[in-house]
């Protein structure tokens, strides 16, 4: 059964880069034809879809996040990460890892637990 | 403001069937078939209860279905349990520029 768990600073000072990892264990990131997501919730507030990634390093970004947003895989860590660069409060959020079915078709059947994180200076 | 809109909250009675809808557009639900609702319970994270507009993952109870009539998508829970009370997520691919979209949410209560 694979699961997922995310991992990074919880507190980020504005202007600086976020950065998260999501390690993937009970199977292999290489395999399959999943793409792996990142996708985030402010407080209190719905869904917002950052990105993801296939296994052959292929990634595709939420259009309003392109500019800052930097998805990519370490298939020998069984990792994959992302970046935010010049992050505002409103960066402010729990970001989760995820799974999606082949196509990318936005089927995120397996999710991590989420870590939050904090724009403050 | 979510790309998929989705009623706020609602509600009824345990045994009773809901129906929470998700208005697109031709561009996302509309045009294809690649519509998803997640489970949301308080400090959790979401969880798939139907893709493919009508598919239900494996471990979800079939008092969970999903269907779409044009720019529309329902999710409708028959036989309300308690447990059954969260917020609910639609969620649909909306091509090669927008990826994939979520709606805002709706909160369903059990009363």
């Known amino acids: 059964q694979v699961r997922l768990q995310e991992s990074g600073p919880g507190l980020v000072k504005p202007s600086q880069t976020l950065s998260l990892t999501c390690s993937v264990s009970?199977?292999?990131?290489?395999?399959?034809?999943?793409?792996w997501t990142w996708i985030r919730q402010n407080p209190g507030e719905g869904l917002e879809w950052i990105g993801y990634i296939y296994n052959s390093g292929s990634a595709y970004y939420n259009p309003s996040l392109k500019s800052r947003v930097t998805i990519s895989v370490d298939t020998s860590k069984n990792q994959f990460s992302l970046m935010l660069t010049s992050v505002t409060a409103a960066d402010t959020a729990l970001y989760y890892c995820?799974?999606?079915?082949?196509?990318?078709?936005?089927?995120?059947?397996?999710w991590g637990p989420g870590t939050t994180v904090t724009v403050s200076s | 403001q979510s790309a998929l809109t989705q009623p706020p909250s609602a509600s009824g009675s345990p045994g009773q069937s809901v129906t929470i809808s998700c208005t697109g557009t031709s561009s996302d639900v509309g045009g294809r078939d690649f519509v998803s609702w997640y489970q949301q319970h308080p400090g959790k994270a979401p969880k798939l209860v139907i893709f493919?507009?009508?598919r239900r993952p494996s471990g979800v109870p079939d008092r969970f279905s999903g269907s779409k009539s044009g720019n529309t998508a329902s999710l409708t829970v028959s036989g309300l349990q308690a447990e059954d009370e969260a917020d609910y997520y639609c969620c649909s691919y909306a091509g090669i520029n927008k990826f994939v979209v979520f709606g805002g949410g709706t909160r369903l209560t059990v009363l």
């Open positions: 995820a799974r999606d079915l082949a196509g990318g078709y936005g089927n995120m059947d397996v």
């Open positions: 009970g199977g292999s990131i290489s395999s399959g034809y999943y793409y």
């Open positions: 493919d507009v009508t």
